[in-house]
Structures are given as structure tokens and as C-alpha cells.
């Protein structure tokens, strides 16, 4: 790979992050991506890589859910939810990728992230109390059971102990575990034997396809019904309407039974019975005593009063005296009579008493009022039922009797065809040669089209053929080729660490001529500036020279 671990890892981080599937496709959207960046160091590998990865993450996203959310809500309850993509691609290629990669260049992705986030992700997912019951259950649920245990859970199991190594790996870097610097023997130097390199394989070439022999066809009696079939249909139909018609017929002519009312001659013979079984009793009743005729005539009747009676009379009496004391008392005492008062709440009393009595009346009549609609809705009901039953009744029978129509019509034209299948028996030899000469054309109808589709067939693979040895010798030239393995530096180009200060190559000795320039020029400058002095300095000696004392 031309491009670093980290940069391939933290660009399918973003693709993962910056996808919409709302908006475009999975193909769609990491070309769009690759186009917006416009790296020209990704080589042919590195695209490959992202877009395997990312279509990846699409298609499995059920399963690489199932272990990032379980994650989340167990080790990873303190880690970021920001960090959830990042788990994601570790996930694919820890489940998917990893027999692919290698652990040489699976430990080399791992290394690029923090060593606490991938020792906790992996331990959680490599967990056996995890990975082997709830989340298998999980994946199980998805996916079958055995594209589950031959394309996830067997690669996982085969670099378990790399895996676990891998995890002491980390758990050791996490707790600063340095192993002691003990005295190690030399390793024996190995020389490898002066052999000659064997020559690649070459491929083989294709085998020619084999031409299959020509079999014949299945009858045509294979796929015709027998006539015995259809006889069978008709003779089941009718039975099937010979019966509908017993039982219209049935039930047409049923008998009226479990009827409660009892005749007249059976009332007359019951009470003929009881006649004679009251007439055999000699049991006398009692008679009655004629009411009296005071009472019938609305007069009083004097009753006799007891000891009893005539004290409750007495105290009724007495207390009716003391209640007109205490009102005449009142009275006199400047009270009013509350008479009229007594009167007047009566009177309300007793129409309340009627308003309610006439209220209980009106839903009395009100209620059997509905009762009586009811009945009535009923009854309407029922005679529309009745007329709907009619009206079916009618319309059933104009069907079978348009059915009946049309199994005379039936009748009559089988025994049309019969009749002209009886003439056509005179000309039996006539029509068995004409059926001969049929059957001998569409054999050789269907021989041509085998010829045909044959010929058709073996030009498809000869072109097959010849397109597979066509790219046999091309993969040849291009494995005879040699291959450049320099590495191209462009110098107008930045190191892309990014820092503010960073440029190219050629920017940098442009700049460095530019300084170079300069600093000829100010040593130039200097030099005059030291020139001029020194002259200056020699004109003022000389006149101090030539001056007199």
C-alpha cells in the first residue's frame, strides 16, 4: 500500500461519517468522496481498499451494530459516542478482513488509534462469555446459522491465539510491563541452500467444452390429458347438481315439527282428564263467608278496640291537644301561623310527587314507544330478508336453469361431434396419413432447431474460448513486464504533515537563493559602507598633515 495505515483508517472513518443514504448510493458516494479529495498519491490498492471497506460497513451494518451498541452499553459505557464510526471499521476488519490482511498488517491498523479504545474493544469482542452466546444469538438472528459460523466465527477462532497475544501486547503496553534485558544467546545464522528459483506457474489452458449427444424428446402423450379424465369431471358434475336438486327438493318439502301450541282435540282430551281426576277426589273445600254487606255498600263498620287501641287513641289525642296549646301559646305571644306555610309545602310536595309521577309516565310510554319500533324495525327487517331470500331464490333458479340451458346445449354438440367423428371414421386412412405427415414435419421443425441451437451453442463457447486465451496471453505479457518498483517524488509538493509553516522542496531553495541574494547584497553594502569610511577616515588624516603648527 502506498498511502500510511493512519490516513487509510481516518478516511474510511470519514466516509462512514459523511454517509447519507437518503441521498446517494453506497458507489455513488465514495466516488464523490475520492473525486473531492484529489489525491494523486492514492494508487489503484488504496481506492480499492476504501471502497471494499466502506461497502463493507454498508452491507454487514446489522451485524457491526449488534457488536458496537453491546459494546456501548457494557466495557464502553465511558467511551465516546463520537468514536462509534472508528468501532465500526475496527469491527469489519476484525470480523471480515482479518484472514485477508494478516496479523502483520492488522496490528499495523490497530496501532494507529488509541491502545486503551482497541484493548477495550477487542477484549469485549473476543470475550468468549460474549462473542459465543448473546451476540452469536444476535447474528443468528440476521443471518443463518451457518454463513454465520463459516464466514464470521471460524476465521475469528483460527486467529484466537494470535489475537489473545495480541491483547497481552497491549495489556502490557497499558501497564508500562518492560521485559528484563537479560544476556540472549546468539541465534543460529541460517544461510539459505544456492537454489534456483523455480519459474511462476504458468495457467492452464481451458479445456475444450464437450459436445452433448442429441436425445430424443418426450412423447407428446406425456403432457395430453386422457380422455377418461374429463368423463370422470362430467359425471362428477352431475352427480354433484343430481344431488343439489334431492336436496332443494328436501327441503322444500320438509316436515313442521316442535311446534308448542297444542291442538284443540289434545286441550279437549287434557281436560277431560282432569275432569275425571276431580271428579274421583272426595275432598270437600271449605266454603267461603259472603262479604257483609255494609262493606259492600261503603259503610262503616263498627270495630271493636282493645285495651291497646283505645291508649294509642288516647295518646294521639293528647298529643294533638298540646300541639294546638303550643301553637295557640305562639300565638299569643305575638308568632305567626305557620298554617298557610304548612299548606303551601304540602301543596309543593304534592305536585313534586305529580311532576314525578308524570316523568315516570313519560318513559314508561317513552320506552314502549321504542319497544314498539323496535319491533317494528324488526319486522321490516325480517321482510326485507325475506325478500332478499326471494329474490335469490329467483336468481338461483334462473341460474340453474340457464345451466340446465347450457348442458343441453352441451349435450347436443357432443353429440354432433360424435356424429362427425362417425363419418370421419370412412376416411380413417386418409387422416392417419395426413396425421403421419404432421408428426414428420415437426419432428423435422424441432431437429432443425436442435441443429440450430447446437451450432449456436458451440459458437458461444469457441468464442468463450478463444476470449479466455486472448486474456490468458495478456495476464503473460503483463507478468513478463517488468515491474517499477521507484518511488516517483514530486518536488512541488508539500510533506502533508500539517503544520503552517511547511513547503515544498522547490519552494524551499527558491527561498534559499532568495537569502543567498540577500545576504550578498548586505555584505556588498557592508563593504561599501567600509570603503567609503576608510576614505573618509584617509582624506581627514592628510589635511591634519598638511596644516601648520
Known amino acids: 500500500m502506498a498511502t500510511d495505515y493512519r490516513s487509510l483508517i481516518t ?13 446517494l448510493g453506497p458507489d455513488s458516494h465514495i466516488e464523490a468522496y475520492l473525486s473531492s479529495l484529489n489525491i494523486s498519491t492514492f494508487v489503484d490498492s488504496d481506492r480499492t481498499f476504501l471502497s471494499e471497506v466502506f461497502a463493507g460497513c454498508v452491507r454487514f451494518d446489522g451485524i457491526i451494530k449488534v457488536v458496537v451498541n453491546g459494546f456501548y452499553l457494557s466495557d464502553g459505557q465511558r467511551c465516546m459516542k463520537a468514536d462509534s464510526n472508528m468501532y465500526s471499521v475496527m469491527a469489519y476488519l476484525t470480523l471480515f478482513r482479518i484472514e485477508e490482511l494478516g496479523m502483520g498488517h492488522f496490528k499495523k491498523f490497530m496501532a494507529t488509534q488509541d491502545t486503551r479504545k482497541i484493548y477495550k474493544f477487542l477484549n469485549f469482542l473476543l470475550d468468549e462469555a460474549n462473542l459465543k452466546t448473546w451476540i452469536l444469538d444476535e447474528w443468528c438472528k440476521l443471518y443463518d446459522s451457518s454463513f454465520v459460523q463459516t464466514h464470521i466465527l471460524s476465521p475469528l477462532l483460527r486467529f484466537e491465539p494470535e489475537l489473545k497475544e495480541y491483547l ?94 297444542k291442538s284443540a282435540k289434545t286441550k279437549a282430551i287434557l281436560q277431560q282428564i282432569l275432569d275425571d281426576k276431580s271428579s274421583q277426589t272426595s275432598f270437600l273445600p271449605p266454603k267461603p263467608q259472603p262479604v257483609p254487606s255494609a262493606i259492600l255498600l261503603g259503610e262503616t263498620v263498627p270495630v271493636k278496640m282493645n285495651t291497646a287501641a283505645i291508649l294509642r287513641e288516647g295518646a294521639l289525642i293528647q298529643k294533638t291537644e298540646e300541639e294546638e296549646i303550643k ?151 503483463m507478468q513478463s513486464v517488468p515491474v517499477v518498483t521507484a518511488k516517483f517524488v514530486d518536488l512541488t509538493e508539500t510533506s502533508g504533515v500539517g503544520l503552517l509553516s511547511e513547503m515544498s522542496v522547490v519552494e524551499l531553495r527558491e527561498r534559499l537563493a532568495l537569502l543567498k541574494v540577500a545576504e550578498q547584497e548586505e555584505a556588498e553594502k557592508r563593504r561599501n559602507e567600509i570603503v567609503a569610511s576608510k576614505q573618509v577616515c584617509s582624506s581627514k588624516h592628510h589635511v591634519s598633515w598638511g596644516e601648520p603648527h
Open 11 to 23: 478516511h474510511c472513518i470519514k466516509i462512514i461519517s459523511t454517509y447519507d443514504a437518503n441521498q
Open 327 to 477: 301553637k295557640l301559646a305562639s300565638l299569643e305571644a305575638g308568632g305567626r301561623d305557620d298554617s298557610e306555610f304548612q299548606r303551601w309545602q304540602e301543596e309543593m310536595k304534592q305536585k313534586d310527587i305529580a311532576e314525578k309521577t308524570a316523568e315516570i309516565e313519560r318513559k314508561h310510554l317513552e320506552g314502549q314507544l321504542s319497544h314498539e319500533e323496535a319491533k317494528i324495525a324488526k319486522q321490516n327487517f325480517i321482510k326485507m330478508t325475506q325478500r332478499n331470500a326471494q329474490l335469490l331464490k329467483e336468481e338461483s333458479e334462473k341460474i340453474m336453469a340457464a345451466y340446465f340451458e347450457q348442458q343441453a346445449e352441451q349435450k347436443k354438440e357432443m353429440r354432433r361431434l360424435v356424429e362427425t367423428i362417425t363419418l370421419g371414421h370412412q376416411n380413417v386412412k386418409e387422416a392417419k396419413q395426413k396425421l403421419q405427415e404432421m408428426k414428420q414435419q415437426i419432428v423435422r421443425q424441432a431437429a432443425e432447431e436442435s441443429q440450430e441451437l447446437i451450432a449456436r451453442a458451440l459458437e458461444e463457447a469457441e468464442e468463450e474460448m478463444r476470449r479466455k486465451t486472448e486474456l490468458i496471453q495478456q495476464i503473460r505479457a
Open 168 to 261: 497481552q501486547f497491549l495489556s502490557d503496553k497499558l501497564c508500562n510491563k518492560l521485559k528484563p534485558h537479560g544476556v540472549a544467546k546468539l541465534a543460529t545464522d541460517v544461510k539459505p541452500f544456492n537454489l534456483t528459483n523455480p519459474k511462476p506457474r504458468r495457467l492452464p489452458t481451458p479445456e475444450k467444452i464437450p459436445i452433448l449427444k442429441i436425445y430424443k424428446p418426450p412423447p407428446r402423450s406425456t403432457y395430453i390429458i386422457p380422455a377418461e379424465h374429463g368423463l370422470l369431471l362430467h359425471a362428477k358434475e352431475a352427480n354433484k347438481q343430481q344431488a343439489k336438486k334431492k336436496l332443494s327438493e328436501a327441503t322444500r318439502m320438509k316436515f313442521s315439527c316442535a311446534t308448542t301450541e
